[in-house]
C-alpha cells in the first residue's frame, strides 16, 4: 500500500472512530426529547425533535451509499436512506427518529463487535518489538530492530520481548510463550537453545545471539500475515453481498406494491423500515473476524477469512512426515552396549564427547543422557570429523562416536543391531572405547503423540482423504502411515512431485497441504489451504502459506478446522435467520399489521439478535478438545517426564534378555537380579502410581472409568511379568545361578515385559499425555 491510498484510508478510520458515537448519541436524544414532549402533550415539538434525529441520519448515511457505490459495490444502505426519506415525506417522524437510532446503534455495535472479535489479532500486532539492544565493545546500545544482523550479541532485559529469533548465549532464559502458543505455562531454555522471536522474558536479563534478521525472524512473519487478517475475502461475505444484491429491489418492489394495492404510502415506509439489510451486513464479517481471533487464541494464525472458510469446508489433507506427523529431530530409541558393559554407560560416554558438537544427532545423545540424568564428564582432546563423529578422551579413555570404519570387525552383537537399525528404520552412532565397539546408540524421527489424536478428529470434522507427501524413503514413510491409518502414501518426492501431487488433489476436492520445511513451501503456496509448522518451521514455508500453527503441536490442526466450521456455520446461520426475520417483517409490514414506528423497534432487535448469535464465533466448543481439571494437567506433564526418565529401564530390561546365554551361572542370575531391582525400585512404583492417581483423575474427562480400563489390563499383566520373574529368582540354585531350564522362561517374560512396556507407554503418550497443552 502507499502512501496516497494510505492517508485517506486512515482519516476515513478517524473520522468513523467519532462519527459513529456521535452519531448514536445525537439520534437517542432526539428520541428521547422527542419522547419527553410527547408526554408533555406537546405534539409539535415532539415531532421537531424526531424530524430533527432522522435528518441527523440522513447525511452520514448518503455518504455510506456513495462510498459504497465507489467501492463498487450496489449500496444496501440505500434502503436506509429510502426508509429516513419515505418518513420525512409522509410525516412519521417517530418511526424515522427510531430508523435513525437503529442505523446508529447497528453502526455502533458493528463496530464493537468487530473489535471485540479483533482483539486478539490487535494484541498480537501491538505485542511487535521495535527495537533491540545490542551489546558492543563499548556497552548496550538501544538501535532500531531493522539495524540487527545474524550473529548480534543482544541483551532482553526481563519483561521485554525477544527482538529476534536467535540462541541463549550466557544464562538460562525463563520464557513466556503464549503470545505464540497459547499455553500460559513458562519455559526454560538454557545455553545454547533456541528461542523464537515475540516471546516474553519472563525471568531475568539475558544475552541472545541473534541468528536472523528483523524481515526473517518467526514473529516477523507472523505480524505480516495478521496485518492482512481481515474478513472481507471470505466467499461467505461475498455470498452475503450477493444476498444483499437482490435483497435490495426486491424491498423496492415489495414497498412499491404495497402502495399500489393499499394506496397507502405509510405502508410502503413501513416495509422498507423492516427491510433494513443490517443482519444480513454484519452477520457474516462478525462471525468470521470471531474465528480468526478464536483461533488466534490458540496459536493458529490466518491469514485471511476465505483461508478460515476453505479450512472449514476442505475434504482432503495432505501432510509432510518431517516436523509434521514426526517431530522433526531424532530421539534415542534404544541402547545397546557390548557384553559386559551396561547401556547407561555406553549413552554416558557418548553424550560427553557429543557436549560441544553441533550435530543434530550428538544434541538427541545429550538431551537424552541429561533427561536420564546421566552424570557427564569433562572431555579432552575433542575433535570431529564431519560426516565420520566426534573423538576425545573421557575419564582416561579414547573414546568415539559416530561411524565405525568400514574395515572394522563387527561382532554378533553389532550385527544385531545392525540388523534392528534396518527393521526400526533407525540411525545408529557406534560407541568405540579404546578403539574397539563398545555399544550402539539407535536414534530415530518418532512420530508426534498427538498426531493419531489430531488424525482422529480430522476425520471426525469431515476430512474424508489423508494422504502423506514426503521426500523420505518409502519404508519409514510407509510404516508411520501404516501406524496413522493414513489412505495413500507418496514417498521419495522432489518439491516439483509435491506440487503435482497437490494440483492432482484439488481437482478432486478442496485440499489442504501441511508442512514445515522450505522444500514444502511451493506445496503450501499450490493447495487451496497451506498450512506451515511455524514453531520450528522455515520461514519460507510460513510465508507462503495461509496459516501458521505457532506452537509446536499439530493438534492445533484439527482445533482450527472445529473452528473454521463453526465460524462458517455461525456466519450462514445468522445471515440466513436475519434476512428471514426480514422478509417475515416485510410481509407483515406490506399487509399492514405492522406499521413504521413498530417495524422500526421490531427491526433493532433482529440487529441485536443477529450480532449476539455472530460472536457465539468467539466461544470455545467443548467438543473439540476435553476440558482437563489443572490437578490432572499436572499428573499428565508429571507422568510423561517420569515416561522419559524411564526409558533407560525400558533399554536394560531388552538388554538383560539379548545377554542371557544358554550357559547358566552367577553372571546370568545378577543379570536378572539387576532387572528385578529396577522393575520393584522404579517401575512398578509408576505404574501403581498412574493407575491409583493418573486414571481417576482422567475418569471424567474420558467419560468414566471404563474408558482406562484396557489400560488398566496392562498395569496388570506388567505387574505378573515382574512377578514371574521375581519368581524365578527364588527358584535359582543356592549358589547365585540359574537352572538351564529357566533360561528359556526367563528371556520370553524380559522380552515379552519389553514389549507389553513400550506399547503401554506409546498407547498412554498418545492418549491421555497428548490432551495437556
Same mark, same amino acid.
Given at each position: 500500500?502507499?502512501?496516497?491510498?494510505?492517508?485517506?484510508?486512515r482519516?476515513?478510520?478517524?473520522?468513523?472512530?467519532?462519527?459513529?458515537?456521535?452519531?448514536?448519541a445525537?439520534?437517542?436524544?432526539?428520541l428521547?426529547?422527542?419522547?419527553?414532549?410527547?408526554?408533555?402533550?406537546?405534539?409539535?415539538?415532539?415531532?421537531?425533535?424526531?424530524?430533527?434525529?432522522?435528518?441527523?441520519?440522513?447525511?452520514?448515511?448518503?455518504?455510506?451509499?456513495?462510498?459504497?457505490?465507489?467501492?463498487?459495490?450496489?449500496?444496501?444502505?440505500?434502503?436506509?436512506?429510502?426508509?429516513?426519506?419515505?418518513?420525512?415525506?409522509?410525516?412519521?417522524?417517530?418511526?424515522?427518529?427510531?430508523?435513525?437510532?437503529?442505523?446508529?446503534?447497528?453502526?455502533?455495535?458493528?463496530?464493537?463487535?468487530q473489535?471485540?472479535?479483533?482483539h486478539?489479532?490487535?494484541?498480537?500486532?501491538?505485542?511487535?518489538?521495535?527495537?533491540?539492544?545490542?551489546?558492543? $565493545?563499548?556497552? /548496550? %546500545?538501544? #538501535?532500531?530492530?531493522?539495524?540487527? =544482523?545474524?550473529?548480534?550479541?543482544? &541483551?532482553? *532485559?526481563? @519483561?521485554?520481548v525477544?527482538?529476534v529469533?536467535?540462541?541463549?548465549?550466557?544464562?538460562?532464559?525463563?520464557?513466556?510463550?503464549?503470545?505464540?502458543?497459547?499455553?500460559?505455562?513458562?519455559?526454560?531454555?538454557?545455553?545454547?537453545?533456541?528461542?523464537?522471536?515475540?516471546?516474553?522474558?519472563?525471568?531475568?536479563a539475558?544475552?541472545?545471539?541473534?541468528?536472523?534478521?528483523?524481515?526473517?525472524?518467526?514473529?516477523?512473519?507472523?505480524?505480516?500475515?495478521?496485518?492482512?487478517?481481515?474478513?472481507?475475502?471470505?466467499?461467505?461475505?461475498?455470498?452475503?453481498?450477493?444476498?444483499?444484491?437482490?435483497?435490495?429491489?426486491?424491498?423496492?418492489?415489495?414497498?412499491?406494491?404495497?402502495w399500489?394495492?393499499s394506496?397507502?404510502?405509510v405502508?410502503?415506509?413501513a416495509?422498507?423500515?423492516?427491510?433494513?439489510?443490517?443482519?444480513?451486513?454484519? $452477520?457474516?464479517? /462478525? %462471525?468470521? #473476524?470471531?474465528?480468526?481471533?478464536? =483461533?488466534?487464541r490458540?496459536?493458529? &494464525?490466518? *491469514?485471511? @477469512?476465505?483461508?478460515?472458510?476453505?479450512?472449514?469446508?476442505?475434504?482432503?489433507?495432505?501432510?509432510?512426515?518431517?516436523?509434521?506427523?514426526?517431530?522433526?529431530?531424532?530421539?534415542?530409541?534404544?541402547?545397546?552396549?557390548?557384553?559386559?558393559?551396561?547401556?547407561?554407560?555406553?549413552?554416558?560416554?557418548?553424550?560427553?564427547?557429543?557436549?560441544?558438537?553441533?550435530?543434530?544427532?550428538?544434541?538427541?545423545?545429550?538431551?537424552?543422557?541429561?533427561?536420564?540424568?546421566?552424570?557427564?564428564?569433562?572431555?579432552?582432546?575433542?575433535?570431529?570429523?564431519?560426516?565420520?563423529?566426534?573423538?576425545?578422551?573421557?575419564?582416561?579413555?579414547?573414546?568415539?562416536?559416530?561411524?565405525?570404519?568400514?574395515?572394522?570387525t563387527?561382532?554378533?552383537?553389532?550385527?544385531?543391531?545392525?540388523?534392528?537399525a534396518?527393521?526400526?528404520?533407525?540411525?545408529? $552412532?557406534?560407541?568405540?572405547?579404546?578403539?574397539q565397539?563398545?555399544?550402539?546408540?539407535?536414534?530415530?524421527d518418532?512420530?508426534?503423540?498427538?498426531?493419531?489424536?489430531?488424525?482422529?478428529?480430522?476425520?471426525?470434522?469431515?476430512?474424508?482423504?489423508?494422504?502423506?507427501?514426503?521426500?523420505?524413503?518409502?519404508?519409514?514413510?510407509?510404516?508411520?502411515a501404516?501406524v496413522?491409518?493414513?489412505?495413500?502414501?507418496?514417498?521419495?518426492?522432489?518439491?516439483?512431485?509435491?506440487?503435482a501431487?497437490?494440483?492432482?488433489?484439488?481437482e478432486?476436492?478442496?485440499?489442504?497441504?501441511?508442512?514445515?520445511?522450505?522444500?514444502?513451501?511451493?506445496?503450501?503456496?499450490?493447495?487451496?489451504?497451506?498450512?506451515?509448522?511455524g514453531?520450528?518451521g522455515?520461514?519460507?514455508?510460513?510465508?507462503?502459506?495461509?496459516?501458521?500453527?505457532?506452537?509446536?503441536?499439530?493438534?492445533?490442526?484439527?482445533?482450527?478446522?472445529?473452528?473454521?466450521q463453526r465460524?462458517?456455520?455461525?456466519?450462514?446461520?445468522? $445471515?440466513?435467520?436475519?434476512?428471514?426475520?426480514s422478509?417475515?417483517?416485510?410481509?407483515a409490514?406490506?399487509v399492514?399489521?405492522?406499521?413504521?414506528a413498530?417495524?422500526?423497534?421490531?427491526?433493532?432487535?433482529?440487529?441485536?439478535?443477529?450480532?449476539?448469535?455472530?460472536?457465539?464465533?468467539?466461544?470455545?466448543?467443548?467438543?473439540?478438545?476435553?476440558?482437563?481439571?489443572?490437578?490432572?494437567?499436572?499428573?499428565?506433564?508429571?507422568?510423561?517426564?517420569?515416561?522419559?526418565?524411564?526409558?533407560?529401564v525400558l533399554?536394560?530390561?531388552?538388554?538383560?534378555?539379548?545377554?542371557?546365554?544358554?550357559?547358566p551361572?552367577?553372571?546370568?542370575f545378577?543379570?536378572?537380579?539387576?532387572?528385578?531391582r529396577?522393575?520393584?525400585?522404579?517401575?512398578?512404583?509408576?505404574?501403581?502410581?498412574?493407575?491409583?492417581?493418573?486414571?481417576?483423575?482422567?475418569?471424567?474427562?474420558?467419560?468414566?472409568?471404563?474408558?482406562?480400563?484396557?489400560?488398566?489390563?496392562?498395569?496388570?499383566e506388567?505387574?505378573?511379568?515382574?512377578?514371574?520373574?521375581?519368581?524365578?529368582?527364588?527358584?535359582?540354585?543356592?549358589?547365585?545361578?540359574?537352572?538351564?531350564?529357566?533360561?528359556?522362561?526367563?528371556?520370553?517374560?524380559?522380552?515379552?515385559?519389553?514389549?507389553?512396556?513400550?506399547?503401554?507407554?506409546?498407547?498412554?503418550?498418545?492418549?491421555?499425555?497428548?490432551?495437556?497443552?
Amino acid at each position: 500500500m502507499n502512501h496516497t491510498t494510505a492517508r485517506p484510508r486512515r482519516l476515513a478510520a478517524a473520522v468513523t472512530s467519532w462519527l459513529e458515537p456521535v452519531l448514536l448519541a445525537v439520534t437517542a436524544a432526539a428520541l428521547t426529547g422527542g419522547g419527553i414532549a410527547w408526554l408533555a402533550d406537546a405534539r409539535g415539538l415532539a415531532d421537531l425533535f424526531w424530524a430533527l434525529g432522522t435528518v441527523a441520519a440522513v447525511v452520514p448515511a448518503i455518504g455510506w451509499v456513495l462510498a459504497a457505490l465507489r467501492r463498487g459495490h450496489a449500496g444496501v444502505d440505500v434502503i436506509a436512506v429510502l426508509a429516513l426519506g419515505g418518513t420525512l415525506a409522509v410525516g412519521e417522524y417517530l418511526a424515522g427518529a427510531l430508523i435513525a437510532l437503529m442505523l446508529a446503534t447497528g453502526r455502533a455495535l458493528e463496530a464493537a463487535a468487530q473489535r471485540r472479535a479483533s482483539h486478539d489479532l490487535r494484541a498480537l500486532l501491538e505485542h511487535a518489538p521495535r527495537s533491540a539492544h545490542r551489546r558492543t $565493545a563499548t556497552g /548496550v %546500545a538501544t #538501535v532500531p530492530l531493522r539495524e540487527v =544482523a545474524a550473529g548480534d550479541l543482544l &541483551v532482553v *532485559r526481563p @519483561g521485554e520481548v525477544v527482538p529476534v529469533d536467535g540462541r541463549v548465549e550466557n544464562a538460562t532464559a525463563v520464557l513466556d510463550e503464549a503470545v505464540l502458543t497459547g499455553e500460559p505455562l513458562q519455559v526454560e531454555r538454557v545455553q545454547g537453545e533456541a528461542v523464537r522471536s515475540g516471546v516474553v522474558n519472563a525471568g531475568g536479563a539475558f544475552e541472545l545471539r541473534a541468528t536472523t534478521t528483523e524481515r526473517d525472524s518467526t514473529y516477523a512473519g507472523i505480524v505480516r500475515m495478521a496485518q492482512q487478517a481481515g474478513a472481507e475475502s471470505a466467499p461467505v461475505v461475498r455470498l452475503a453481498d450477493r444476498y444483499a444484491a437482490w435483497f435490495l429491489p426486491l424491498s423496492v418492489v415489495v414497498a412499491g406494491l404495497a402502495w399500489l394495492i393499499s394506496g397507502s404510502a405509510v405502508r410502503a415506509v413501513a416495509v422498507l423500515v423492516v427491510a433494513t439489510p443490517c443482519p444480513l451486513l454484519l $452477520a457474516a464479517p /462478525v %462471525a468470521i #473476524v470471531s474465528g480468526l481471533s478464536r =483461533a488466534s487464541r490458540l496459536g493458529v &494464525v490466518i *491469514r485471511d @477469512g476465505g483461508a478460515l472458510e476453505n479450512l472449514g469446508h476442505a475434504r482432503t489433507l495432505l501432510l509432510d512426515k518431517t516436523g509434521t506427523l514426526t517431530r522433526g529431530r531424532p530421539r534415542v530409541l534404544d541402547v545397546t552396549a557390548a557384553p559386559g558393559r551396561k547401556p547407561a554407560e555406553v549413552l554416558r560416554l557418548a553424550a560427553s564427547v557429543d557436549q560441544y558438537s553441533p550435530h543434530v544427532l550428538a544434541q538427541a545423545i545429550v538431551d537424552t543422557a541429561r533427561q536420564r540424568k546421566l552424570k557427564l564428564s569433562a572431555p579432552t582432546d575433542v575433535t570431529e570429523e564431519p560426516g565420520r563423529g566426534a573423538t576425545g578422551t573421557v575419564d582416561g579413555h579414547r573414546v568415539s562416536i559416530g561411524r565405525l570404519g568400514p574395515r572394522a570387525t563387527r561382532p554378533a552383537w553389532a550385527r544385531a543391531a545392525d540388523n534392528r537399525a534396518l527393521l526400526d528404520g533407525a540411525a545408529v $552412532a557406534w560407541l568405540a572405547l579404546d578403539g574397539q565397539p563398545a555399544g550402539a546408540i539407535l536414534l530415530r524421527d518418532p512420530l508426534r503423540h498427538d498426531a493419531p489424536r489430531t488424525l482422529r478428529h480430522l476425520r471426525t470434522a469431515g476430512i474424508e482423504r489423508l494422504l502423506m507427501l514426503t521426500g523420505d524413503r518409502a519404508a519409514p514413510a510407509r510404516e508411520v502411515a501404516a501406524v496413522l491409518g493414513l489412505d495413500d502414501v507418496r514417498a521419495e518426492l522432489s518439491p516439483t512431485d509435491k506440487v503435482a501431487a497437490v494440483r492432482e488433489e484439488r481437482e478432486r476436492a478442496v485440499t489442504v497441504m501441511v508442512g514445515d520445511g522450505v522444500n514444502d513451501a511451493p506445496a503450501l503456496a499450490a493447495a487451496d489451504v497451506g498450512v506451515a509448522m511455524g514453531a520450528r518451521g522455515s520461514t519460507a514455508s510460513s510465508e507462503a502459506a495461509d496459516i501458521v500453527l505457532t506452537t509446536d503441536r499439530v493438534d492445533r490442526l484439527a482445533d482450527a478446522v472445529s473452528i473454521a466450521q463453526r465460524a462458517r456455520r455461525i456466519a450462514v446461520q445468522s $445471515a440466513l435467520g436475519g434476512m428471514l426475520m426480514s422478509l417475515a417483517a416485510m410481509a407483515a409490514a406490506a399487509v399492514g399489521l405492522l406499521p413504521p414506528a413498530a417495524g422500526a423497534l421490531l427491526q433493532e432487535a433482529i440487529d441485536v439478535a443477529v450480532i449476539l448469535n455472530a460472536l457465539r464465533a468467539l466461544r470455545v466448543d467443548q467438543a473439540a478438545r476435553p476440558a482437563l481439571s489443572p490437578a490432572a494437567e499436572d499428573l499428565i506433564h508429571r507422568f510423561a517426564a517420569e515416561h522419559d526418565d524411564l526409558q533407560d529401564v525400558l533399554d536394560a530390561v531388552r538388554d538383560a534378555a539379548d545377554r542371557l546365554s544358554d550357559t547358566p551361572g552367577p553372571k546370568a542370575f545378577s543379570i536378572v537380579a539387576e532387572i528385578h531391582r529396577l522393575l520393584t525400585e522404579r517401575l512398578l512404583p509408576h505404574e501403581y502410581a498412574e493407575e491409583h492417581q493418573l486414571y481417576p483423575a482422567l475418569a471424567p474427562t474420558l467419560g468414566g472409568p471404563e474408558a482406562t480400563a484396557t489400560m488398566s489390563r496392562a498395569h496388570t499383566e506388567i505387574e505378573r511379568l515382574s512377578r514371574r520373574i521375581a519368581t524365578h529368582l527364588q527358584l535359582a540354585h543356592p549358589d547365585g545361578s540359574l537352572a538351564p531350564e529357566q533360561l528359556d522362561d526367563l528371556r520370553s517374560c524380559l522380552y515379552g515385559l519389553n514389549t507389553v512396556l513400550r506399547l503401554h507407554f506409546s498407547q498412554e503418550e498418545e492418549n491421555y499425555f497428548s490432551l495437556a497443552p
